[in-house]
């Protein structure tokens, strides 16, 4: 598998909030805007062969402690999500924390795979720039394109960027929400449970 040169440049995420006063809505400077790009080794150990970015990521379902700081929510009770978030970002992770969610842009450098593997996630995607093929365990395989969507109910699966290279010059960016779930049974009550190294027993 390719490993092409990965140099991605940082997102750019803006966050809304609330005047406490008037209720209207607002910028935060509370998080700056630029989110860089980490390394997504898969499998783990082995080199990174394409780059995540954190653009947020929740710990609850429904999202609790929007709420402003006021004369009736403390500063400990405000704006819990953005403080979960803040936390997260010296060791950041592609995936959702425990049950909660996460925004995140993974960029797959030219002529690069990203091996087979599986989440314990639902993910919500949309290519952002450039095409791959979806390659599923079953050796099914799908196209998608620039403005295509996907969504992945914790299957195995792995990515081949076949961006041309006059397009983003060949670099894959896909937007990804990913969403907790429960496990996946299948016959015989067998557990189909997460396995970021399956490449390691492919044929």
């Given at each position: 598998m390719?490993?092409g040169?990965?140099?991605?440049?940082?997102?750019?995420?803006?966050?809304?909030?609330?005047?406490?006063?008037?209720?209207?809505?607002?910028?935060?400077?509370?998080?700056?805007?630029?989110?860089?790009?980490?390394?997504?080794?898969?499998?783990?150990?082995?080199?990174?062969?394409?780059?995540?970015?954190?653009?947020?990521?929740?710990?609850?379902?429904?999202?609790?402690?929007?709420?402003?700081?006021?004369?009736?929510?403390?500063?400990?009770?405000?704006?819990?999500?953005?403080?979960?978030?803040?936390?997260?970002?010296?060791?950041?992770?592609?995936?959702?924390?425990?049950?909660?969610?996460s925004?995140?842009?993974?960029?797959?450098?030219?002529?690069?795979?990203v091996?087979?593997?599986?989440?314990?996630?639902?993910?919500?995607?949309?290519?952002?720039?450039?095409?791959?093929?979806?390659?599923?365990?079953?050796?099914?395989?799908?196209?998608?394109?620039?403005?295509?969507?996907?969504?992945?109910?914790?299957?195995?699966?792995?990515?081949?960027?076949?961006?041309?290279k006059?397009?983003?010059?060949?670099?894959?960016?896909?937007?990804?929400?990913?969403?907790?779930?429960e496990?996946?049974?299948?016959?015989?009550?067998?557990?189909?449970?997460?396995?970021?190294t399956?490449?390691?027993?492919?044929?």
């Amino acid at each position: 598998m390719s490993t092409g040169q990965r140099n991605p440049q940082p997102v750019r995420r803006i966050i809304t909030t609330h005047d406490p006063k008037s209720g209207r809505a607002i910028f935060t400077d509370a998080v700056g805007e630029q989110v860089s790009f980490t390394g997504f080794p898969v499998p783990p150990g082995k080199p990174p062969t394409s780059d995540y970015a954190l653009a947020y990521n929740t710990s609850t379902f429904p999202v609790q402690g929007l709420s402003p700081p006021t004369s009736a929510v403390p500063e400990s009770k405000a704006n819990l999500d953005i403080k979960h978030y803040h936390s997260q970002l010296s060791d950041p992770s592609p995936l959702n924390p425990p049950g909660g969610t996460s925004c995140t842009i993974i960029e797959v450098p030219p002529d690069t795979w990203v091996p087979m593997h599986r989440t314990e996630t639902l993910d919500y995607g949309v290519i952002i720039d450039g095409a791959t093929e979806l390659v599923l365990d079953s050796d099914e395989k799908k196209v998608l394109k620039k403005g295509d969507v996907f969504v992945q109910r914790g299957t195995a699966h792995a990515w081949r960027n076949i961006t041309e290279k006059k397009d983003n010059n060949g670099v894959l960016r896909v937007f990804f929400v990913f969403q907790p779930i429960e496990q996946v049974r299948l016959e015989g009550n067998k557990v189909v449970a997460q396995d970021l190294t399956l490449s390691l027993r492919e044929s």
